[in-house]
């Protein structure tokens, strides 16, 4: 452990009252290049739930996320250090196909971001690449249903995913993520470009989809992480030994006690607005 | 409610003294762009203006049976620009063939993160050289070193698949199908050059997207950033075909300029700008007006190239 008094917490942050965990983070460094980004993380990912990420810009909530399905590897001089498990597997074991990974842990960005694709090629493309044999036709049909998309779209499956709304293209996203029936689906910011009623349908649809799907979701807005999410992580940034800034996480556990009752000074100040 | 003082009111007033010069600077910028403008729209006026009027005796004498004729006999005064109108249109597109696979492929190559930055900028550097190699050296290279290099392949090409009409005939050291090769070797900067830009443009958030649902590398390629870059793909492609369709020297000197058709890749032929180069210097008359005719057709050829990929480039861009 480092001799940085903040990072302590950790350790003991890791701990919840659940016993089905899907994501298990253990002392997770990230680093680009030399730059050390995300310092010592544990923290566990239960089973059906939604796990809100907040804290100021830069404290590398994001950057931890795109580690759940190995995103990361595609930036040159992206390194993690420590040990992620899915279900028990090491994600960073060698042997372990990225490809696979991101299979069964689907991704939905902070910009929405269809393909130059019909909406109804935005859906296929990914059961196809995963190889679904099945009726495409009830599979888009479902899983734009599942996005609460379906009523303003199914009359025009064949038009552009980008002649839909900024909102509708989000949840057109978030169909195309669930399409390829993921365990696990990330959210880096979903709704950071959507307007309050687009952003109220995304945190219905983060609801229902908790049912089926364990939920991580990167968030800068506090009332959305405190209407969505069963748990909440804090993170914080520090200026480290050269003056580079490094992420860490503060505090997480159930979301009321990090609203109501932090134990963390910097989670008190942070979530009640005096900083960041 | 607010309003300016007197003072303010005035410099808010265009013909305040501190202000006029740059207005002045702006006025006479205006009008040279236009008059710049203006200036090459009639320059191209000017040129087919010219082209046509020295055409029309040969328009007047061969009419549109001229696209079709085979013959070009000065002696008689009888002209045909058929050959001519076939070896451009063939060897552009034999060079198509081997170049649009080959250069969209490097170019996916070089946008891709597949080799470090630092091997990438020298390797695209390189690429762009191509470009600015003179044709007459593409010339000399394909007759010293590339057709002799070559010519024992086409050999063997012709001995094993000579019932194939367009490998029938022994190979000869001038011939259409390697100066169409040298072609597309000249016409593979174009198309690499642009087809990266727009690679390398397209937004990265797809591409993260396409991995984010499980896409492998090959999927990612082939199924989301191709068909996204692909008005700017084609775009490249038009513009290599324009080039292609309009390279002198290079095929002057390597086609064979001869006056048939032959089914056979393998034997000499003729393109129009290659016939132009080798005869306007004796040309006069009827044969000069029938040269004139031929240049008519490249350029509307190209001119029709141009705006089949306007077309095809503002659709593709629908569809997006």
């Known amino acids: ?276 | 409610m607010t309003s300016l003082t007197t003072a303010q009111q005035e410099t808010l007033i265009e013909s305040s003294s501190k202000f006029s010069g740059v207005r002045l600077t702006d006025r006479i910028f205006y009008w040279l762009t236009v008059i710049l403008a203006i200036g090459i729209g009639l320059v191209l006026i000017w040129i087919t203006y010219s082209l046509l009027s020295i055409a029309i005796p040969a328009i007047a004498s061969f009419g549109l049976g001229f696209l079709a004729s085979s013959t070009w006999n000065p002696v008689q005064d009888v002209y045909g620009a058929f050959p001519q109108i076939y070896g451009t249109i063939l060897s552009s597109f034999i060079a198509l063939l081997f170049a649009i696979p080959l250069g969209v492929g490097v170019a996916i190559f070089l946008s891709e993160n597949f080799l470090p930055r630092k091997i990438l900028t020298p390797i695209a550097f390189t690429v762009e050289l191509l470009a600015a190699i003179p044709s007459v050296v593409y010339g000399m290279w394909g007759i010293f070193i590339f057709i002799p290099a070559i010519l024992p392949l086409l050999k063997w090409v012709n001995n094993a698949f000579g019932w194939v009409p367009i490998f029938s005939t022994s190979p000869s050291t001038r011939q259409l199908f390697a100066a169409s090769l040298v072609l597309a070797i000249m016409i593979l900067p174009t198309i690499i050059a642009i087809s990266r830009d727009t690679m390398i443009s397209i937004p990265p958030q797809l591409r993260q997207g396409a991995y984010g649902l499980g896409a492998t590398r090959w999927e990612t390629i082939t199924k989301v950033l191709v068909p996204a870059g692909l008005s700017g793909i084609i775009g490249s492609i038009m513009l290599a075909l324009g080039r292609a369709l309009g390279e002198t020297m290079a095929l002057a000197m390597l086609v064979g300029n001869s006056n048939r058709i032959n089914i056979s890749w393998f034997a000499p032929a003729s393109t129009i700008s290659a016939l132009i180069a080798n005869q306007f210097g004796e040309a006069s008359g009827l044969q000069k007006s029938a040269l004139f005719y031929e240049a008519l057709v490249l350029m509307l050829l190209t001119l029709a190239v141009n705006v089949l990929a306007e077309f095809i480039v503002g659709r593709f861009q629908q569809v997006e």
């Open chain 1, 1 to 276: 452990m480092t001799t940085n008094p903040s990072t302590q917490p950790n350790a003991r942050s890791s701990m919840l009252p659940e016993s089905d965990v899907v994501i298990q983070t253990e002392n997770v460094s990230i680093y680009y290049g030399s730059f050390q980004a995300v310092r010592n993380v544990f923290l566990d990912i239960p089973k059906n739930r939604v796990v809100a990420f907040i804290g100021p810009s830069g404290c590398g909530k994001s950057t931890l996320l795109r580690c759940y399905n190995r995103l990361n590897d595609l930036i040159p001089g992206a390194r993690v250090e420590g040990k992620i498990t899915y279900q028990g597997v090491d994600l960073y074991d060698p042997k372990v196909d990225p490809v696979e990974v991101r299979r069964r842990v689907g991704m939905v960005f902070q910009k929405a971001n269809p393909f130059p694709k019909s909406i109804y090629e935005n859906i296929a493309f990914g059961a196809r690449v995963n190889g679904y044999k099945g009726d495409m036709d009830e599979l888009v049909e479902r899983s734009l249903r599942g996005s609460a998309l379906w009523d303003e779209v199914k009359d025009k499956l064949k038009q552009s995913g980008l002649s839909l709304s900024g909102g509708q293209q989000q949840r057109l996203c978030i169909a195309r993520a669930i399409a390829i029936e993921p365990e696990v689906i990330l959210m880096d910011e979903p709704c950071s470009a959507l307007d309050p009623i687009s952003t109220l349908r995304v945190e219905d649809l983060i609801h229902e989809l908790k049912q089926q799907f364990t939920i991580i979701i990167v968030t800068h807005n506090m009332q959305q992480a405190s209407r969505v999410a069963d748990y909440t992580a804090f993170f914080n940034a520090e200026a480290g030994d050269g003056g580079s800034r490094f992420g860490y996480l503060v505090e997480y556990d159930r979301t009321e006690n990090i609203f109501n009752s932090p134990k963390q000074q910097s989670t008190q100040d942070y979530v009640s607005g005096r900083f960041g």
